[in-house]
């Protein structure tokens, strides 16, 4: 029980402190469906964050997948798109901050392009980088 606290006390702490900027982008809160786009079912790729990093690194999606991030190490990250600490390059790509056991899911990637990676914590750390080509 102790557990669920500091998370749910640390997922509450990250909300106020609105991390990474504070832009006005909308793709940084919940997705709560509307979108439209597509017809069909919706893409799922899954990234797992562990304590030696992200598995897999690079992958290929589909136009109007989304990719979640799952946090499976003891600590959090903010995962966020290229560069730092901008993180403009791909705004749909910026699920935030995930706390340990927790997902963070991004927008539909809709438009063609490479879209870099990273924790926005720990932006030098190779380890927490990789690249999402959406095709």
Same mark, same amino acid.
């Given at each position: 029980m102790t557990r669920q606290i500091l998370m =749910? =006390? #640390?997922?509450? #702490?990250?909300g106020l402190a609105a991390g990474c900027g504070g832009d006005s982008d909308p793709s940084t809160g919940p997705s709560g469906g509307g979108g439209g786009g597509g017809g069909g079912s919706t893409n799922?790729?899954? +990234?797992? +964050?562990?304590s030696s990093g992200v598995s897999p690194r690079d992958i290929t999606v589909p136009l109007g997948s989304r990719v979640t991030f799952q946090n *499976?190490?003891?600590?959090?990250?903010?995962?966020?798109?290229? /560069? $730092?600490?901008?993180?403009?390059? %791909? /705004?749909?790509? *910026?699920?935030?901050? +995930?706390?340990?056991? =927790?997902?963070? +899911?991004?927008?539909?990637?809709?438009?063609?392009?490479? %879209?870099?990676?990273?924790? $926005?914590n720990q932006p030098s750390n190779t380890n927490l980088q990789g690249t999402i080509r959406i095709q």
């Open positions: =749910a =006390a #640390a997922f509450v #702490a990250a799922i790729t899954t +990234i797992t +964050i562990t *499976n190490d003891s600590q959090p990250h903010t995962m966020n798109s290229d /560069p $730092h600490p901008e993180h403009s390059d %791909c /705004p749909p790509l *910026n699920p935030g901050f +995930i706390v340990p056991g =927790a997902s963070g +899911i991004t927008e539909n990637l809709n438009t063609a392009r490479v %879209c870099g990676y990273h924790d $926005h």
